[in-house]
Structures are given as structure tokens and as C-alpha cells.
């Protein structure tokens, strides 16, 4: 089958879709967006969707590409991680065998899809007979920070995103915990792009949501171009993990992507990919003991 088939959560920041949809519309052949039957998130809450989206994605959908998948994704015996990581397989199930598979979260928004359609394509080989070379691609997230007035802060080290598989046995959020194609695929991510209300109702009814450190949210308040630079360990859960902030002077989305392309420290160089995929490959040997050249992973 070979098709390129992107799948997304749709739950109460829905509205995000009408940003990440449009990069990955002409490259995909079908996307599907999974939602609760009943409107509820992976705790149990209701959210509404307006009429007005759906609208949205009958005008916008001019190739009808676009599937829902209508379900009960919400178990109360389960805990949100456990919720998240049954849609997601669901969801997989829904968007067929010998495909590959992708799931893009709604506030992450691909910078060149195109260029990921090819990286997949390169490895169609891993398609026949997935169950016995199941592998996960990875590219990396920029993590927006917070919006400005005037830009936008974001976190100056990239961190890894799993995008596609071709066996979506998920054992944790979109984790199937097998080998790892690393890619310089880039992606904006909306995490925090948020007023103060969107992220605690987002912390409540999200996956990790027992795990946020106590300390995030006076840092992220006070956070401004002005103190920007002074501002250290600011992740939500462990705050060491992203160290330092950076800032575009710009919300443009075609000015930002230019901007990335001209910063250094936020391109994936060759080497490192080089070194990632070569742990991998001796890793997994065992399993990929016919797969010599391991250059071509990435």
C-alpha cells in the first residue's frame, strides 16, 4: 500500500488544527482525526468543539482527505497516559496495515513535510513484513516557550519527536520502545503557546499531568524579551531539561522557518545523526542483522 497517512488527536485544543493541518494536507493521502464520541479528554472532562471548525474542515478539505474517527477514547480505570497511549493505538488500527504511519500532535506544525514524505519513501523497504522490523522515525520539536507582543520565545535546544512507524505496537503515548530512525526533520511545537487558564486546563487532563514541577509556571509568567537570557531550566517536568530560552522577532511562521534554517544551534548536523542511528543499528543488530549499510537510515 505504501500511503502516507498522518493521524491526529482532536480533543479540546482543536483549534490548533487549523495550523498544522495545511503544511502536511498535500503530502499526505488520507488524515484521519481521532475524537471522543463524547467530547471527553483522557481524565474524563468535557470540551466543546464549535460548528464553526467542523465548517472549517468541510471548506478546507478540498480533496477529501480528511477522515474522523468517532470512539470512546476515555476509560476511567485508566490514568490519562493509559488513555492517550489506547487512542493512539486505536487510532492506528483505523489508518491500515502497510502504510505508514504518522501521528502529529495539533500544536505541532511541520516545517518542510514534503521533505519528510521523501525520508519515509527512502525506507519503504521496512513496510513489507513490519512486524519482524518494526522502527520508529524521529525528527525534533522547537518548542515555543510563550508568545510576545512582538515574537515569540522559544527553547534553544531542540528536543527528539517519534513521528511515523511502520507497526504502531504503542507501549507509551506514540513510543512502540523499538529501533529509532533519526531524522533533521524540524517541527514548531505549540506546547506552551497558551494563556495561563489553556495550560493548567492542558497540565490537568494531559498524560503527565502528576509529574509538573511546582516552579514553572512563576518562571513562565515573568518570562519576557527583556529577561529572557537570565531565565534557566524552564521545562514543565524535569526544568533541567531545557536549559536556556531564545527569541524570534517575529510571529510570522515563513519568517521563523527562515530563521531556523539560519541558526546553527537549532540544525541537526549529519555527525550527530550519524552517531544516533549507528547506536541504534548495533542495538537492534539481532533484529536487523541483514541491514548492513545503516548510512542509509537517515
Known amino acids: 500500500m505504501s500511503k502516507i497517512h498522518v493521524g491526529f488527536l ?3 485544543d482543536y483549534i490548533k488544527l487549523k495550523t498544522s493541518i495545511p503544511p502536511i494536507y498535500k503530502e499526505a493521502d488520507k488524515i484521519f482525526l481521532a475524537l471522543d464520541s463524547h467530547f471527553r479528554t483522557w481524565k474524563g472532562e468535557t470540551f466543546e468543539v464549535k460548528k464553526e471548525f467542523f465548517e472549517w474542515i468541510k471548506d478546507y478539505d478540498k480533496e477529501n482527505k480528511i477522515i474522523f474517527y468517532r470512539d470512546n477514547f476515555y476509560k476511567p480505570e485508566l490514568s490519562t497516559i493509559q488513555n492517550d497511549t489506547r487512542e493512539r493505538f486505536m487510532l492506528s488500527q483505523k489508518m491500515g496495515k502497510g502504510n505508514w504511519i504518522i501521528q502529529i500532535d495539533a500544536d505541532e506544525i511541520f516545517i518542510d513535510f514534503k521533505k519528510f514524505v521523501q525520508t519515509l519513501k527512502r525506507h519503504n523497504n521496512f513496510l513489507v513484513n513490519p512486524v519482524k522490523r518494526p522502527v520508529q522515525i524521529a525528527g525534533y520539536l522547537i518548542n515555543i516557550y510563550k508568545y510576545l507582543d512582538n515574537g515569540i ?3 534553544e535546544q531542540p528536543t527528539k519527536v517519534l513521528l511515523a512507524t511502520n507497526y504502531p505496537n504503542y507501549k507509551v503515548a506514540r513510543k512502540t520502545k523499538e529501533r529509532i530512525i533519526y531524522t533533521d526533520n524540524i ?6 503557546s ?5 495550560l493548567k486546563f492542558k497540565f490537568k487532563n494531559w498524560g503527565h499531568s502528576h509529574q ?3 516552579k514553572f509556571f512563576e518562571k513562565w509568567k515573568k518570562a519576557n524579551e527583556i529577561n529572557y537570557k537570565s531565565i534557566k531550566n524552564i521545562f514543565y517536568l524535569n526544568p533541567e531539561l531545557w536549559k536556556t530560552l531564545g527569541y524570534f522577532e517575529t510571529k510570522d511562521l515563513n519568517e521563523i522557518k527562515n530563521l531556523i534554517k539560519n541558526k546553527s544551534n537549532l540544525k541537526i548536523s549529519r555527525w550527530y545523526l550519524f552517531k544516533k542511528n ?3 543499528w548495533f542495538k537492534h ?3 536487523f542483522r541483514k541491514d ?3 548510512e542509509k537510515y537517515f
Do not use: A, P
Not at 517541527?187 to 506552551?192: D, G, N, S
Not at 497558551?194 to 489553556?198: A, H, L, Q, S
Open 10 to 12: 482532536m480533543s479540546y
Open 153 to 155: 520565545l522559544y527553547v
Open 187 to 192: 517541527l514548531l511545537h505549540e506546547c506552551l
Open 194 to 198: 497558551r494563556t495561563e487558564e489553556e
Open 212 to 214: 509538573i514541577n511546582n
Open 278 to 280: 549507528f547506536g541504534q
Open 285 to 287: 543488530l539481532k533484529i
Open 292 to 294: 548492513r549499510d545503516f
